[in-house]
């Protein structure tokens, strides 16, 4: 398993559908420890159900702080409430877990984000095979609409990068749980 940044793909939905950005990155993970290639749906999931408890209070600071700039925020809702919904996405355009709404999809990437009055956020999912390696890369795209943007992502960056790598590392075991129940399943 190795994990690396690289630049996005111009044939990527993110590339496309994000004009005149302010920030970029991408975060690549590389496994061989994955049987098939997990569909951007379930990495979206493995996304979710990966954040750490000081992630989790970064999250609701940053929820506290937002509400009270009269940003968008997340409805409150309990562990078992948001495992259940996230069992239940499907992944299609126009549905959302958090902020997080899916903007477009194909085969290999899910494509979310969110506009508000400070910026816009893109995040996409991607998931292919390279030789005999599974890969799933999450690439980020921000467009700053204003000075609040700027200063919002001044603070919220180093914490973006540092949670996004380990995520990842936290995804793979989680993508590997997702397969097993699939495999599960289908016998």
């Given amino acids: 398993m190795k994990i690396t940044e690289v630049k996005i793909s111009k044939d990527y939905l993110i590339a496309q559908q994000s004009n005149e950005i302010d920030y970029e990155d991408s975060f690549q993970l590389k496994t061989d ?63 959302s877990i958090a902020i997080f709404e899916v903007l477009d999809k194909n085969d290999i990437e899910l494509l979310t984000g969110q506009t508000d009055k400070h910026l816009d956020f893109k995040l996409s999912f991607i998931s292919y095979k390279e030789d005999e390696d599974k890969i799933v890369e999450l690439a980020t795209t921000v467009k700053f609409h ?25 995804m793979n075991e989680e993508l590997i749980k997702i397969e097993k129940n699939i495999n599960y399943e289908m016998v």
Avoid at 161 to 168: A, C, E, S
């Fill in 33 to 95: 420890l994955l049987k098939n290639v997990p569909k951007p749906k379930d990495c979206l999931v493995a996304f979710f159900k990966s954040f750490s408890p000081l992630l989790i209070k970064l999250i609701i600071s940053r929820e506290v702080i937002a509400k009270k700039l009269r940003l968008k925020t997340v409805n409150k809702m309990s562990y078992k409430q948001r495992n259940k919904l996230l069992d239940k996405f499907e992944g299609n355009i126009g549905d």
């Fill in 146 to 170: 204003n000075l609040l943007g700027k200063i919002y992502f001044f603070f919220v960056k180093p914490f973006h990068r540092y949670f996004m790598k380990r995520l990842l590392k936290r």
